[in-house]
């Protein structure tokens, strides 16, 4: 059974940076893409950032340059480090696995953990 289970939010004044991680169990953690992705009171859910299995990384304009997406196979936890945060970043994070193994979209994702919240007061 997959879990995943989310870390390391918290409130930061805009400038700010907070490390994320997403402890993951259940299945085989290295061969699955994984993303971050947030949702903000009111708004849907969009995705942030992803590494798939050899460890290329995609972004969403929003937060390139800004936030780093990684991946530490051997402790099966993702990781997002987020920098230079912005009022805007204000969301719910969730960390997610791809449903199949190979290629993605970010439609393809559907295992979620419980999230952890970030706040950056404006």
């Known amino acids: 059974q997959v879990q995943l289970v989310e870390s390391g939010g918290g409130s930061v004044q805009a400038g700010g940076s907070l490390r994320l991680s997403c402890a993951a169990s259940?299945?085989?953690?290295?061969?699955?893409?994984m993303a971050w992705f947030r949702q903000a009171p009111g708004m849907e859910r969009k995705g942030v950032a992803a590494i798939d299995s050899h460890g290329s990384t995609t972004y969403a304009d929003s937060v390139k340059g800004r936030f780093t997406i990684s991946r530490d196979n051997a402790k099966n936890t993702l990781y997002l480090q987020l920098n230079s945060l912005k009022p805007e970043d204000t969301a719910t994070y969730y960390c997610a696995r791809a449903r199949y193994r190979g290629p993605w979209s970010w439609d393809d994702f559907s295992s979620w953990g419980q999230g952890t919240q970030v706040t950056v007061p404006s």
């Open positions: 259940g299945y085989t953690f290295h061969i699955y893409s």
